[in-house]
């Protein structure tokens, strides 16, 4: 074969080669490189099948009618005044069925995505939100509308995560049939126009359901969820801006059908006479826990029986408000109520508890129950059962001690129950000692906020040969840690004013918590207590003072008077009364009413220690101010509580002590 030929002939094949090389580069399609995103288990997934958003796409890309992924990286602007707007647009056949577009929105870290409407009314059939991060860093999606919804979906907007802000100056921030907030930030504002009043967030058939994340809406109606509002977690702040040509008043927050607020927290502002916080109609806001605080220029909150009984619900969160009322533009105000939900009892922080109506009018019967001033401007708070035993979902088991419980029901504990941890709910003083039991054994190393722990010793005579209350010092901090025990009446000094408890403990079950030496007892409470003047034992009890009160000093031991009382799971001093005592030999019978006089109206409280050499020395601490609201003594024929504020003659019992969903007997 020719030479020439050969070379040649390689020649033309690398030329070839090179040639089909070059074009199959030029034709492959890149793969994107995969996007991390947070699902709605706030777990991290990958996705690789999306389309990045840059903002000049053609307007007549089949991706905006289609769907699907989408993901924003960097700072991305569509701005419709300058022709280039970004063309997501429901579409819907000649049934009138609704084909799309589904959008799952990905906002990487760092990324904004700024659309401005001025005509255009972008609009999906359902749209998610999610975010690669929960922190400063997660991206933004900001929509400015001028003559449309901000943002429009026909039935689902769900925000997972990011932070999401509609504004509109003519309607709504965000209309969709359904709204679901599981997290990040949505700011939403509507405005109103001649011929619309707008809401910075409208659920227009469905609910509005917030689980997480912050939420703040202000319009005409701050949030309206036609199907109801339904609030789980996180933090949601509504505002009314006032009242509109077409409407004679708004709200910040309402429905036709049931508001529940089942934890989080809710803040609602009203600004304009006419406007209300917090509105039903025919329906029920049912306030079932966390924190809810409704200003209204017209009304905190507001109902308008229709057809159904509405009104208002306190079933455990906390509540302030100015005041209740009711609209009857359409009739009586009969099936009106604002009312303490069932096996609850309620607090205004004053002495004053309350249950069941507070106010109900029903035409049927005749009822009326009118307390709506006395609860006005005022903060309600439930009162907590005084323990509940709960397991989670990872197994762990949790416990909740309530020991600023104002109930009737005993604390019992039926059978040991080990549990990983515990908190303790108790307001502390750290001016002086506390009284306390604990229902488990705790070694002191796992007490964090505690200086020491004393327990009674008798009564014995002090320098001035007059009975006082001696304590001996079970651990101080400059000693090795000691096991207290459980159902054991202690005094303890506080460095903080809240008790925290490391690690895991065994409940006990509940058996008498009484110290005893000489006929006397230091005796453990279990339940809310108070003396009245046909008390048996009255004339023999001491409770430690918590405040200086006519010949009463700070910190000492003083006999108590009717109206007296105490909480759980603190403990008082009482004299044992023996039936008969023996006299020249024989057993007779003794005057209880004598013993009684020969007590001393009050007794110092001396601390029993023993110095570096190990030598006992006495300390008087009848002079510490222990302002704890430990027990009161008054005179007055009245019932007090822990701090000697007056109590409502109508307190009730909240029943019981929860583990999981079974009551503990």
């Not at 036709?256 to 607020?261: F, K, T």
């Not at 309600?380 to 323990?387: A, G, H, M």
């Not at 229902?439 to 327990?455: A, E, M, Q």
């Not at 409770?543 to 009463?552: L, P, R």
Request: proline share 3%.
């Amino acid at each position: 074969m020719n030479i020439l030929n050969v070379i040649t002939k390689v020649r033309i094949g690398l030329i070839l080669l090179v040639m089909f090389l070059i074009s199959s580069t030029a034709w492959a399609v890149p793969t994107p490189s995969p996007v991390k995103y947070l699902d709605e288990n706030g777990e991290t997934k990958t996705i690789t099948n999306y389309i990045e958003l840059t903002g000049d796409e053609s307007p007549d890309d089949p991706m905006f009618k289609n769907g699907g992924w989408f993901v924003v990286k960097g700072e991305v602007t569509y701005d419709e005044v300058q022709g280039n707007y970004l063309p997501f647009e429901l579409q819907i056949d000649k049934d009138w069925n609704r084909l799309g577009p589904d959008v799952n929105l990905i906002l990487a870290d760092g990324a904004k995505l700024t659309v401005k409407n001025e005509d255009y009314d972008m609009s999906f059939r359902n749209l998610a939100v999610y975010a690669q991060s929960t922190g400063e860093n997660m991206g933004k999606f900001e929509v400015y509308a001028k003559n449309s919804t901000a943002i429009d979906v026909f039935n689902a907007f769900t925000v997972y995560g990011g932070s999401v802000k509609a504004v509109s100056e003519e309607s709504d921030g965000i209309w969709a049939r359904e709204i679901v907030i599981n997290g990040g930030i949505v700011d939403a504002a509507g405005t109103s126009s001649a011929d619309y009043s707008g809401c910075g967030i409208y659920a227009s058939d469905e609910n509005v359901i917030v689980n997480g994340g912050s939420v703040t809406a202000a319009g005409f109606r701050g949030i309206l969820g036609s199907g109801g509002i339904e609030i789980n977690g996180g933090d949601v702040d509504a505002t009314a801006t006032g009242v509109s040509d077409e409407y004679n008043f708004s709200y910040a927050i309402g429905s036709w059908y049931d508001v529940n607020v089942n934890g989080g927290s809710l803040t609602v502002h009203a600004k304009d006479k006419s406007s209300y916080g917090v509105y039903v109609s025919g329906s029920v806001a049912h306030l079932n826990a966390g924190e809810v605080f409704a200003d209204g220029e017209g009304s905190g909150f507001a109902a308008r029986p229709s057809c159904s009984s509405s009104g208002v619900e306190l079933a455990g969160a906390t509540v302030t408000t100015n005041r209740y009322t009711y609209i009857d533009d359409l009739g009586p105000k009969s099936d009106f109520f604002v009312k303490v939900a069932v096996n609850v009892l309620y607090t205004d922080g004053e002495g004053n508890v309350f249950e069941g109506s507070i106010f109900k009018w029903d035409d049927l019967v005749g009822e009326f129950i009118d307390k709506l001033d006395v609860v006005a401007g005022k903060t309600l708070r439930p009162v907590k059962p005084n323990i509940v035993v709960t397991q989670d979902g990872e197994g762990k088991i949790h416990a909740e001690i309530n020991g600023n419980y104002i109930g009737e029901d005993d604390f019992i504990i039926t059978d040991r129950i080990e549990v990983d941890e515990v908190k303790f709910e108790r307001d502390f003083t750290t001016e002086g000692y506390s009284t306390i039991v604990l229902p488990f054994n705790i070694k002191t190393s796992l007490l964090v906020g505690v200086d020491s722990v004393l327990s009674f010793d008798g009564i014995v005579l002090d320098e001035n040969k007059k009975k006082a209350v001696a304590m001996q010092v079970v651990w101080e901090k400059s000693m090795e840690e000691v096991e207290l025990q459980a159902y054991t009446p202690y005094m303890i000094k506080m460095s903080d004013k809240s008790l925290e408890i490391l690690g895991s403990v065994v409940l006990e079950t509940t058996r008498d918590a009484v110290t005893e030496k000489d006929g006397w007892e230091f005796r453990g409470t279990y339940s809310f207590m108070k003396w009245t003047e046909d008390s048996p034992d009255l004339g023999r009890v001491y409770g430690f003072a918590a405040s200086s009160e006519g010949d009463v000093s700070v910190g000492q031991f003083v006999k108590i008077a009717a109206g007296a009382s105490i909480r759980p799971l603190r403990a008082y001093l009482i004299h044992n009364v023996p039936s008969t005592v023996r006299a020249n030999g024989y057993y007779a019978n003794r005057n209880v009413a004598s013993i009684k006089d020969e007590l001393p109206e009050q007794m110092n409280v001396i601390i029993v220690g023993k110095d570096k050499n190990g030598e006992e020395h006495t300390t008087v601490i009848g002079q510490f101010n222990t302002r704890s609201g430990e027990f009161r003594a008054n005179n007055v024929k009245r019932m007090y509580d822990l701090k000697g504020r007056p109590v409502n003659k109508d307190a009730r019992k909240v029943r019981g002590a929860y583990y999981r969903k079974n009551l503990l007997h």
